[in-house]
């Protein structure tokens, strides 16, 4: 059985769109897990009638990110799974996503994210294409990264630079993280479009704070020259 893992708080319509791509992958025998932090729209409504392609972990008050992933991660690798696909539920993914990232066989690899869907069909996608600068909107994870690097750091709040930590400490166990040349499309920011301009500044304010956070934690801010030099290997 090949598991997607899927974190949504409200936006059903996206998440409708997401779950109908997991589903058609070519990989074959298909299930998504989705934590569901407390959505208020028909979502959980939703995910118990795709009942038993997707199951549904609810949540009465929204978890972190990093707090999301780590459950839902912890539960399929104690199951003995050797690989999780981890998606965004504001995407679309080509139906060979899964399988591909799978094929190449690294430890973390990911896909790229695209702003058309017109892009979807590039046959120039390139799965030999290799950048370290995965893309944690949709990342395949082996249980190897999870013995070696262990779980989110869960300090940060909301959504947010615990990719960027995450990344940092894989580098930093030997893990080389990179993503591949095959396009997924990516709305961008679903939480944050669909949420109230009160939870909005709320989600804006929490970023901030995490940025500080991983200053506090590695001496940079995410995305800087210096957050780069991280990653240089040592002579």
Known sequence: MNWILMVTRNGIALTKEAIRTCLAQDIGDVRVLVIDNASTDGTREYLRSMHPLVTILPQMAPLSVAASWNLGLTMLFDAKRQFVLVVNND????????????????????????????????????????????????????????????????CFEGGYVEDCAYHVRMHRAGVYAYTIGIPFYHVGAGTIKNASPKEAKEISERAHNNREVFKGMYGCYPGTIEYYKLFEVQS
């Open 91 to 154: 995407l679309e993914l080509r139906p060979d996503t899964y399988r591909k990232l799978v094929e190449d066989g690294g430890e973390f690899v990911t896909g790229v994210g695209v702003d058309k869907k017109g892009q979807l069909d590039h046959e120039d996608a390139d799965p030999e294409s290799k950048r370290p600068h995965p893309h944690f909107s949709c990342y395949l994870i082996r249980r190897s990264v999870w013995e070696k690097v262990g779980k989110f750091d869960e």
